[in-house]
Structures are given as structure tokens and as C-alpha cells.
């Protein structure tokens, strides 16, 4: 048979952490698996990605307001329309305004992107890495990577929910490790 168990756990917490006239013997501690990235967008066309593994990936579901559908682009086929958006991937999107964007999920914290020669639209993973943290496999890395804000611009570094143009000299795997702590 089975046996009771029992355990307490203290709870540390700032009065204004709570809603006013919450009891304080009504708190209850709840365990998640979920995980909540915000990144900015800006009004226009930004290059976005999904640093997260979402219950729901349908572009509707992740950017509501988005003017546009989401493009993803392959140096085999051009771009495409995507209903859905999944880590590892950059993804196109045009926004009505300047606005934070938060998806929720498990975090992923690094990832083996598959590329072909030529440019590739990359995502990122759910911490800002740098770009001399990512390795090639198979293939090398012939550019800057590139971010896209109101215009291109070179970047040292890969951040959360947006996503890159990389050029590549043939098919290979970008290796985006976790971000360093410490």
C-alpha cells in the first residue's frame, strides 16, 4: 500500500506581489512548465521567430495583430506563406505599430538549424546569444548575420524572437548553443 506524505514549503513574498485583499492563507504555489518570452517589434515588416515550443504555433495564435501572413524563405524554393510558425526558422511579418509580442511555451534553449547554401532566414532560441557562439557544421558561415529593423542592419548578436539572414557556402547545421551563465 501507499503511505501519507507530507511537506510544507515556505513562501517568501513582497506585499505588493499580491492583489489587495487576497488572504494570505488562500496563496497557492503552482508548477509550470511554461515559460514567457517578450520581444519588440517595431511598425512595418520585421524578421521574427519562436524561441519557444508553442501549444499553438498558427500565425493568428502567436501574432494576432500581424498586417500580413508570415513569409518564411528557402534558397531552394523562395518564399513561402506559413500558416505556422516553429523554432528555428525567421519568419516575415508586417505589424500594425510597435508593440511587445509574448509567447508562451517551453523555452528552447539551443538549437541545430538545418541550412542550405546560400542565404537562410535562421530564428533564435529564448536567450540572447552572441554570434560567435554559433558553429557550423558541414558547412561555413560567408557573412554577417543580419537583423532587420526599419532596414538591414549587422548583428552581433542573436536575440530572442527575432530572426536573421545568414549566407552559408553549402548545406550543413548552424548550432545555436545555450546562452552562457555565470
Do not use: C
Not at 75 to 88: E, H, K, R
Not at 150 to 175: F, T
Amino acid at each position: 500500500g501507499g503511505s501519507d506524505f507530507s511537506s510544507g514549503v515556505s513562501l517568501h513574498y513582497e506585499s505588493d506581489e499580491v492583489h489587495p485583499g487576497v488572504a494570505q492563507n488562500s496563496l497557492v504555489l503552482l508548477r509550470s512548465d511554461e515559460n514567457t518570452i517578450a520581444s519588440q517589434v517595431t511598425n512595418g515588416w520585421n524578421i521574427v521567430s519562436v524561441p519557444v515550443r508553442a501549444t499553438d504555433n498558427r500565425k493568428t495564435t502567436l501574432y494576432p495583430h500581424a498586417l500580413s501572413p508570415a513569409f518564411s524563405y528557402s534558397a531552394s524554393s523562395g518564399y513561402q506563406v506559413q500558416d505556422s510558425l516553429y523554432f528555428g526558422r525567421g519568419f516575415w511579418i508586417r505589424m500594425p505599430g510597435a508593440q511587445t509580442v509574448v509567447v508562451h511555451g517551453p523555452l528552447v534553449d539551443r538549437d541545430t538549424v538545418n541550412v542550405l547554401g546560400g542565404w537562410n532566414l535562421i530564428g533564435s532560441i529564448a536567450d540572447d546569444i552572441p554570434v560567435s557562439s554559433v558553429s557550423a557544421t558541414g558547412t561555413s558561415v560567408v557573412s554577417r548575420y543580419f537583423g532587420y529593423s526599419n532596414g538591414y542592419y549587422p548583428s552581433d548578436v542573436l536575440a530572442a524572437g527575432h530572426g536573421y539572414w545568414i549566407k552559408v557556402a553549402g548545406d550543413g547545421k548552424l548550432v545555436l548553443p545555450p546562452a552562457a551563465t555565470g
